[in-house]
């Protein structure tokens, strides 16, 4: 099982931004964030394949949110941009063997940190 810690949750404006920062204790071939707002499910948000960078995206932040990597630091990046009332939420990162798949939020399908809230209001 690999530790996650996320980092970089806060408050934002509309149309602002926030990047979060999620360091992993090992290295994983997926590693992406699922969010979970109150009173909804929980999404699978981002993935990028450590291995040679792919990305994928949910359609609700395409352009807007970029997910990147530091390999040497085991370190993923959530970028967001034009950031809307919508987009509150934890944000957890999660990893896992399978890209895209470790942002399904299946129980067992990937390791998850804590999550970070991002409140972002109008």
């Known amino acids: 099982q690999v530790q996650l810690e996320e980092s970089g949750g806060g408050s934002a404006q509309a149309g602002g931004s926030l990047r979060l920062s999620c360091s992993a204790s090992a290295g994983r071939s997926c590693m992406g964030w699922v969010r979970k707002a109150p009173g909804k499910e929980r999404e699978g948000v981002a993935a990028i394949s450590t291995g040679d960078g792919t990305t994928h995206y949910v359609d609700s932040v395409k352009g807007r949110f970029t997910i990147s990597q530091d390999n040497a630091k085991n370190t993923v990046y959530l970028q967001m941009n034009n950031l809307k009332p919508e987009d509150t939420a934890m944000y957890y990162c999660?990893?896992?063997?399978?890209?895209?798949?470790?942002?399904?939020?299946?129980?067992?399908?990937?390791?998850w940190g804590r999550g970070t809230q991002v409140n972002v209001t109008s």
């Open positions: 999660a990893a896992g063997s399978a890209f895209p798949l470790c942002i399904i939020p299946t129980p067992g399908r990937a390791d």
